[in-house]
T-cell receptor, first 118, second 113 residues
Framework: GAVVSQHPSWVICKSGTSVKIECRSL??????MFWYRQFPKQSLMLMAT?????????EQGVEKDKFLINHASLTLSTLTVTSAHPEDSSFYIC??????????????FGNGTRLTVT | GDSVTQMEGPVTLSEEAFLTINCTYT??????LFWYVQYPGEGLQLLLK?????DKGSNKGFEATYRKETTSFHLEKGSVQVSDSAVYFC????????????FGKGTRLSVIA
């Protein structure tokens, strides 16, 4: 089946530093990937839509200068949390839909990245 | 806009009990419907899906039927196991463009031996 690989699975960083999270579709191509954030015991909050070769579309309230998204190829999107602060600590999950699958095909999710900012 | 409402948790059941997690949706057009499962510390895994009315999705003993007349997609399993303990998310895809899924808030299930 379709696999989305997300790396790293967990990271601890100091306040003020930046962290990059990678999301790769391993056996399919994805023109669009979606980045979600999940707080403890809560649902997923869509942060942004990552479009291959163009700028990401951010949801209202998400700072685009803080959460930099790059989708340089059909199989890779990256999320960089810049100048991280403790309130950015969260579980970040990426997802992708097979470009050949049609709009009613499911999203495939990475295993998430647990970010802890100290 | 489109939305998904699922029953509040947590739900605690004894092993081999019957499970129902209710899910209703609001959408224009004809969405596709999904159930995802999230085990502790992991991402989401697709559990089952249905793309049109009266379709039944099934996997690992779980079932859900797309009911257009009641705009529902309730998740059921006849006999739960301890290993089914997880958070379950109902979701819809609007079927109009390459759009993200709309998720319900999730229902935490704990199965005790």
């Amino acid at each position: 089946g379709a696999v989305v690989s997300q790396h790293p699975s967990w990271v601890i960083c100091k306040s003020g530093t930046s962290v990059k999270i990678e999301c790769r579709s391993l056996d399919f191509q994805a023109t669009t990937m979606f980045w979600y954030r999940q707080f403890p015991k809560q649902s997923l909050m869509l942060m942004a839509t990552s479009n291959e070769g163009s700028k990401a579309t951010y949801e209202q309230g998400v700072e685009k200068d803080k959460f930099l998204i790059n989708h340089a190829s059909l199989t890779l999107s990256t999320l960089t949390v810049t100048s991280a602060h403790p309130e950015d600590s969260s579980f970040y999950i990426c997802s992708a839909r097979d470009s050949k699958g049609g709009y009613n095909s499911p999203l495939h999710f990475g295993n998430g990245t647990r970010l802890t900012v100290t | 806009g489109d939305s998904v409402t699922q029953m509040e948790g947590p739900v605690t059941l004894s092993e081999e009990a019957f499970l129902t997690i209710n899910c209703t949706y609001t959408a224009t057009g004809y969405p596709s419907l999904f159930w995802y499962v999230q085990y502790p510390g992991e991402g989401l895994q697709l559990l089952l899906k249905a793309t049109k009315a009266d379709d039944k999705g099934s996997n690992k003993g779980f079932e859900a039927t797309y009911r257009k007349e009641t705009t529902s997609f309730h998740l059921e399993k006849g006999s739960v196991q301890v290993s089914d303990s997880a958070v379950y998310f109902c979701a819809l895809s609007p079927n109009s463009g390459n759009t993200p899924l709309v998720f319900g808030k999730g229902t935490r299930l704990s199965v005790i031996a």
